[in-house]
């Protein structure tokens, strides 16, 4: 899977309320898919499929113990999906710097276009 696609299930992944909740209570340590699906008023099959989302954006990683499946959260994918935004904040924050200098630099101009405009029709 490229880092696009993995950007994009990851950040679809998290976009739902009920996954959010689901990796809140994995951010406390391991659960059963049962204890995970008991605040939601939803089947358990429901449940299921949102933690299916997590596992495919590698948000979640399941362990299996004879009949039981643990879950847990695995914090990497969100620390390269943070890395990713700090690097586009970077970005757009230096673009938005050089776009600030260049208006002031231009009503910089302006202005003294206008200062020299006066003296001359006085």
């Known amino acids: 899977m490229n880092t696009q696609t993995s950007l994009d299930q990851t950040l679809m992944a998290l976009a739902d309320p009920t996954r959010r909740a689901i990796l809140q209570r994995l951010s406390q340590g391991e659960a059963r898919v049962t204890e995970l699906a008991h605040p939601f008023d939803m089947s358990l099959n429901a449940v299921s499929k949102h933690i299916r989302i997590l596992e495919r954006a590698d948000l979640v990683r399941r362990r299996t113990a004879g009949r039981e499946h643990f879950l847990s959260f695995n914090r990497q994918r969100l620390d390269e999906v943070a890395n990713w935004i700090e690097t586009q904040r970077a970005a757009w924050n230096a673009r938005l710097d050089a776009l600030e200098a260049l208006l002031?630099?231009?009503?910089?101009?302006?202005?003294?276009?206008?200062?020299?405009?006066?003296?001359g029709s006085s």
């Open 104 to 119: 002031r630099e231009e009503d910089k101009a302006a202005s003294s276009s206008r200062k020299r405009t006066k003296k």
